[in-house]
């Protein structure tokens, strides 16, 4: 059961829609949530200093002009958005803390996570100090989901809607990770659950929608098994059903099968995380 909730804040439009989520969530599990904004510091550092101040270049230490104040002014955009995020849950009455990371975003999130049940990150992420505002990036997440310990909720621009869960299920190991962090999460008490398995064949799809079925059920989780017998790629027609079935939320390891893990962690991504709706429960 989720207690602790990590909510990766990045920019402000997409704070509010994190922010909405993770309350709706502490408020029916009774959870604390722990806003992190980002200071990247090594990112800050990479880059061209405005100029020397003191000292002899080879010879002894130089102080380069630049790096205090853009160190400055990222703590502060950093504060206001834990402000705007501490606003909104004393407003709906949930328990939160706000956190400063300071240092290489990844690394930031993979600490803090640790100490919470689940990781709420927007789908375009900006926390690197040299990112381009205006071009999607899921370099972070490709960085946090191998290594962070928790599951990871990504979520996508504009209010997330409420809806059934979908639970995308190839029988791969990632996907039992995954299936299994979502009953463990109890989440599935938050809208009907619907299992998802594509196949060439149509006996492979049932016997594999069947076994996650009969697992949730062990678990007391009534779930619908859908078996889509199909030669097309599983992540689009896992995609198209979850839109067909008005998903609120879509489950599925963070690697599976090669063709499922470039549809999610490859080229496809990019588009599937600009252009969907749906927010993913990830978990590998």
């Not at 969530?25 to 100029?51: C, H, Q, S, T, Y």
């Not at 834990?82 to 328990?95: I, N």
Request: charged share 20%; glycine share 10%; hydrophobic share 45%.
């Amino acid at each position: 059961m989720i207690r602790s909730i990590l909510v990766g804040l990045d920019t402000p439009g997409h704070g509010e829609v994190l922010s909405e989520l993770a309350i709706r969530w502490a408020r029916r599990f009774g959870a604390g949530l722990v806003g992190l904004a980002i200071v990247d510091e090594p990112g800050i550092r990479a880059i061209e200093p405005l100029g020397p101040v003191g000292g002899t270049p080879g010879v002894n230490p130089v102080y380069y002009v630049g790096y205090d104040n853009r160190m400055a002014e990222q703590d502060e955009k950093a504060h206001a958005l834990l402000e705007d995020f501490s606003r909104r849950c004393e407003a709906a009455g949930v328990e939160h803390q706000a956190i400063v990371g300071v240092g290489a975003p990844d690394e930031v999130i993979e600490r803090e996570a640790c100490a919470t049940d689940i990781v709420l990150m927007a789908s375009r992420t900006h926390f690197y100090f040299t990112a381009q505002e205006d071009e999607p990036d899921d370099g972070l997440l490709r960085r946090v989901l191998p290594d962070t310990p928790r599951p990871m909720v990504v979520v996508p621009a504009g209010a997330p809607p409420e809806g059934p869960i979908v639970i995308a299920y190839d029988g791969s190991l990632q996907a039992e990770r995954a299936l299994a962090a979502f009953e463990a999460s109890g989440l599935a008490g938050t809208g009907p659950v619907h299992v998802v398995s594509v196949d060439d064949h149509a006996d492979e799809a049932t016997r594999l929608a069947t076994r996650a079925r009969h697992f949730l059920t062990l678990h007391r989780i009534e779930a619908t098994a859908h078996a889509i017998p199909s030669p097309e790629p599983p992540g689009s027609v896992i995609l198209a059903e979850a839109r067909r079935l008005g998903a609120g939320l879509l489950v599925m390891g963070a690697y599976g099968k090669p063709v499922l893990r470039e549809f999610f962690l490859g080229s496809a991504t990019q588009s599937l995380l600009e252009h969907s709706r749906i927010a993913m429960f990830l978990y590998h």
